[in-house]
C-alpha cells in the first residue's frame, strides 16, 4: 500500500520555526516530484512548495518565499519543510503530494498525505 504521512506540526509563536516531514512508503521515492500544499480555515487549497526528482530544483509560493525551504532525501524516502519566520497567515494543515514522473498507461500517478495541522499564534 501507498502512504505519505506527515509530522511536525504543532503550535509555535509569530517569527518561530518548524520543520515538517513526509515520509513515504509503497512508491519508488526517487520518480516523484514531490511537493507541500496548505489549507487554511474555510480557504482552498494552495501550492507552497515543489521539489524535483533528484532535489535539484525547487518552487516556493510567493508567500513564503525567502522563508521556507523545501528538501528531500532520497535514501530516506522523505521530504521536508523548513519554516522559518513564522507568520499568524501561515496557519494551516499542511499536506504532502506525490506526483510520479513516469507515466503508467499514458498518466502519472498521485497521492495526497492527510495532512498536519500548523498553528501560528501568540
Known amino acids: 500500500q501507498v502512504q505519505l504521512v506527515e509530522s511536525g506540526g504543532g503550535l509555535v509563536q509569530p517569527g518561530g520555526s518548524l520543520r515538517l516531514s513526509c515520509a513515504a512508503s509503497?512508491?519508488?521515492?526517487?520518480?516523484?516530484?514531490m511537493s507541500w500544499y496548505r489549507q487554511a480555515p474555510g480557504k482552498g487549497r494552495e501550492l507552497v512548495a515543489t521539489v524535483t526528482v533528484g532535489g535539484g530544483s525547487t518552487n516556493y509560493a510567493d508567500s513564503v518565499k525567502g522563508r521556507f525551504t523545501i528538501s528531500r532525501d532520497n535514501t530516506m524516502s522523505t521530504m521536508y519543510l523548513q519554516m522559518n519566520s513564522l507568520k499568524p497567515e501561515d496557519t494551516a494543515v499542511y499536506l504532502c503530494?506525490?506526483?510520479?514522473?513516469?507515466?503508467?498507461?499514458?498518466?502519472?500517478?498521485?497521492?495526497w498525505g492527510k495532512g498536519t495541522l500548523v498553528t501560528v499564534s501568540s
Open positions: 503530494y506525490a506526483r510520479s514522473v513516469i507515466l503508467i498507461s499514458g498518466r502519472s500517478m498521485e497521492y
Open positions: 509503497g512508491i519508488t521515492f526517487s520518480t516523484y516530484t
